[in-house]
């Protein structure tokens, strides 16, 4: 998510997709726009479980009708886990950071070039229907974490070193 962009109107932002206002869709739609990440559907369902009738089933069919809406972004990942978050003017398309051990998704601030690259394709006619720009790797606390352990090093296909974990 970006840092100070604001929020986006619940109840608006239900209408506009053609969706009902019940209580699970705002449940989950608040868990997702006050979110400081982007979010799994386990995490969705901790945030909202108090919030009444609610299971993983719920959540995940909650979701598939908020990304049908175009309401919200799913960002997959190596490990078969997808992330969620808002695609709205207020949290734009910017590129994430997996981290393939401890499994966590950080936003990553946009390099500026994303929106001049839509803007390029469209102008080009091209029909873009998703944007996305992930990086995979060890984050700072995992790297630290495994730095006394040994790095094994392998030859990349082009004969160029690559480093295993």
């Known amino acids: 998510m970006v840092p100070g962009m604001g929020h986006c109107d619940i109840h608006a932002t239900l ?3 053609g969706l009902s206002k019940t209580s699970q869709r705002v449940a989950v739609l608040t868990a997702l726009v ?22 993983r089933v719920t959540v995940y069919r909650i979701l598939a009708s908020f990304k049908a809406g175009g309401i919200i972004r799913e960002l997959a990942t190596d ?3 997808n992330f969620f978050e808002m695609a709205c003017r207020h949290n734009p398309a910017h590129p994430h950071f997996y981290c393939r051990s401890c499994r966590s998704l950080a936003c990553l601030p946009s390099a500026g070039n994303q929106e001049r690259w839509i803007r390029e394709y469209r102008e080009a006619d091209e029909a873009i229907e998703t944007v996305a720009i992930h ?6 606390r995992c790297r630290s974490e495994n730095a006394g352990h040994p790095v094994r090093r392998l030859r990349g296909p082009r004969g160029d070193r690559r480093v295993s974990p």
């Open 15 to 17: 209408e506009r997709a």
């Open 34 to 55: 006050h979110a400081e990440t982007p979010l799994s559907a386990r995490d969705i369902l901790e945030r909202v479980s108090g919030e009444g009738r609610i299971n």
């Open 79 to 81: 490990h078969g886990e």
């Open 135 to 140: 990086f995979t790797g060890l984050c700072r």
